[in-house]
């Protein structure tokens, strides 16, 4: 059974930083894209940065320059550094493991996290 579990959420004051981790585990043989969505009370989920297996990146315009996101193939690890956080970064972030494969042949899937928590506040 594939798992996606993200760390490295919490407290922080405006202007200040974070690095969100999400590591994918279990039988895997490849995921396409790995990326990071966020949800805010009463808004949808949006999507705040991917990256492709081959390192090509995509942002949400409101994180561009703010926010990095990296990742490890072998690992199957992906992170989100943020900085220059602001308030209206607060949200539940989730990590996205998709078109995972589990054999060449396989069916591909897509996989989340449970969510972890940022809040930008003074």
């Known amino acids: 059974q594939v798992q996606v579990v993200e760390s490295g959420g919490g407290l922080v004051q405006p202007g200040g930083s974070l690095r969100l981790s999400c590591a994918a585990s279990?039988?895997?043989?490849?995921?396409?894209?790995m990326g990071w969505y966020r949800q805010a009370p009463g808004k949808q989920r949006e999507l705040v940065a991917v990256?492709?297996?081959?390192?090509?990146?995509n942002y949400a315009d409101s994180v561009k320059g703010r926010f990095t996101i990296s990742r490890d193939n072998a690992k199957n690890t992906v992170h989100l550094q943020m900085n220059s956080l602001k308030p209206e970064d607060t949200a539940v972030y989730y990590c996205?493991?998709?078109?995972?494969?589990?054999?060449?042949?396989?069916?591909?899937?897509?996989?989340w996290g449970q969510g972890t928590q940022v809040t930008v506040s003074s």
């Open positions: 996205n493991a998709g078109a995972v494969k589990i054999c060449i042949i396989c069916r591909a899937s897509d996989y």
């Open positions: 279990g039988p895997i043989f490849s995921i396409s894209a």
């Open positions: 990256i492709t297996s081959a390192g090509t990146t």
